[in-house]
């Protein structure tokens, strides 16, 4: 049988100067794979089975008819069934998408079990998912991001954490990408929030791990813009209704207390700007209370009342409007009361 490779309008041609300064990667080069892919200068010697089972692209680029033009390329190797795929992807890239399906050979996706990715490892997943059309990869890593990047208040409340634990906030730049790649704008809200907390970083954007940088485009660039502004408005609005009569309903001692969020309310004239109008309009109170308070006047239900409801009652607000003060449309935001 003559040696040949698929042809696919999505490969470009690679000639065997072009490779040969290739190298094997140490992580996916398996003696007995039976499919070479080509990321950049590094070859990857992977099973088909599991691609070809997971991925419509993959299924349709090695089973399509085989020319015989590349011969040689095809046999630099020493072997006559092992195709090889030159891929627009990074290594690294490529590597994180393997890795999912590596030892896999029953054609089954071997990594579900919980664990907490990296912001490389999940980018690269749905990115590469996206492209190769792996749904349910996708589908894992996006349900993954919308537990942080959510758009039910009561969920988003409840988390201490405003991105998944590995992520750091110029991650959420690639996260509004993933959003609209995806077409998962539920995300986008809480995402373009979290670039409107960053720096001058916002407009560098982060580096991927082949050394490439990804920004956010102008448009939203534009958003955050305006976002910022609205988010230290929303801020500037919650401290002076914060501290706003009545008590709590059940206050022990309400002449007390009524005193006290009088205090608190007229400090707020001494306290710094970044107090009042912070960008983190969600931001907890009780450094501001227990600082002038020092000697807990409050009693323990409007202690609570500060530290609970009340913030709650008020964030929910600015939440109801927040795809708006971030200049996008999310149909249903606020109204579903699913659980996360
Ligand atoms: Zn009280």
């Known amino acids: 049988m003559k040696p040949s490779r698929p042809a696919s309008p999505l490969l470009p041609h690679v000639s065997v100067s072009e490779t040969a300064s290739l190298k094997r990667d140490e992580e996916f080069w398996f003696e007995d794979g039976n499919l070479i892919l080509v990321a950049g200068d590094v070859e990857f010697r992977v099973y088909q089975g599991p691609l070809i089972a997971h991925s419509p692209v993959f299924n349709d680029m090695l089973s399509l008819p085989q020319p015989a033009e590349d ?3 095809r046999t630099r190797h020493g072997e006559s069934s092992c195709p090889i795929i030159p891929l627009t992807d990074s290594p690294e890239d490529l590597r994180h998408f393997l890795r999912v399906f590596v030892s896999s050979s029953s054609g089954k996706i071997i990594r579900s079990g919980q664990h907490d990715p990296t912001f490389h490892e999940v980018s690269a997943c749905v990115r590469l998912g996206h492209k190769y059309q792996v749904d349910g990869l996708v589908q894992r890593y996006v349900d993954l991001l919308r537990k942080y990047y959510a758009d039910n208040f009561d969920a988003w409340y409840r988390s201490t954490l405003v991105r998944p634990p590995s992520f750091q906030a110029v991650h959420s730049i690639a996260v509004v990408n993933l959003a609209r790649l ?21 407009v560098d954007g982060l580096v991927r791990e082949d050394g490439t940088r990804e920004t956010l485009p102008l448009d939203d660039l534009g958003r955050c813009f305006v976002g910022r502004a609205k988010m230290a408005q ?6 002076h209704l914060m501290f706003r009569p009545p008590v709590s309903a059940a206050c022990r001692q309400p ?18 700007d970044d107090v009042i109008s912070c960008v983190d309009w969600y931001a907890s109170w009780m450094v501001y209370v227990d600082g002038r308070d020092e000697d807990r006047e409050l009693c323990m239900r409007c202690y609570k009342m500060l530290e609970g409801e009340r913030p709650k009652k008020l964030q929910r607000e600015v939440w109801m409007i927040l795809p708006a003060m971030m200049g996008v449309t999310v149909d249903g935001w606020g109204v579903k009361a699913k659980e996360a």
């Open 255 to 272: 002449a007390c207390c009524q005193r006290v969020l009088q205090r608190l309310l007229n400090e707020l004239g001494n306290a710094r």
């Open 71 to 73: 011969s040689g390329r």
């Open 182 to 202: 995806t077409n998962t704008p539920s995300m986008l809200p809480t995402a373009l929030m979290d670039c409107c907390t960053l720096g001058p970083e916002i």
């Open 234 to 239: 929303a801020s500037a609005r919650i401290a």
